[in-house]
Nanobody, 124 residues
Framework: QVQLVESGGGSVQAGGSLRLSCAASRVTYRIRCMAWFRQAPGKEREGVASIDSYNTRYADSVKGRFTISQENPKNTLYLQMNSLKPEDSATYYC???????????????????WGQGTQVTVSS
């Protein structure tokens, strides 16, 4: 019954920055892999970035602009988003699992625990 709660979403103009946070509570397993996904209206949920103790992984569309990090003792995940573009607009979800991350960002069926999402809107 691990709970993940995202925060930090909002509305910004293109070129701006946001920092998303995901805090885990009621943790009943050791979290190793955490990830950010996003979903825009009418589109499938896509992996943005993932992180474990060994590696970070990013979607090509966000490389060089987004940075994922984690605070393991408190099971907190962050996503620093810079140089935001309108196409980054989506609901952003965090996910967690007790397994280490796979070589690439895993599909959305792989993760055990999901948050409810936070909205990011980037205007032109």
């Amino acid at each position: 019954q691990v709970q993940l709660v995202e925060s930090g979403g909002g509305s910004v103009q293109a070129g701006g920055s946001l920092r998303l946070s995901c805090a885990a509570s009621r943790v009943t397993y050791r979290i190793r892999c955490m990830a950010w996904f996003r979903q825009a209206p009418g589109k499938e949920r896509e992996g943005v970035a993932s992180i474990d103790s060994y590696n970070t992984r990013y979607a090509d569309s966000v490389k060089g602009r987004f940075t994922i990090s984690q605070e393991n003792p408190k099971n907190t995940l962050y996503l620093q988003m810079n140089s935001l573009k309108p196409e980054d607009s989506a609901t952003y979800y965090c996910a967690a699992d007790w397994r280490v991350c796979q070589g690439e960002i895993s599909g959305d069926n792989w993760y055990h625990t999901w948050g409810q999402g936070t909205q990011v809107t980037v205007s032109s």
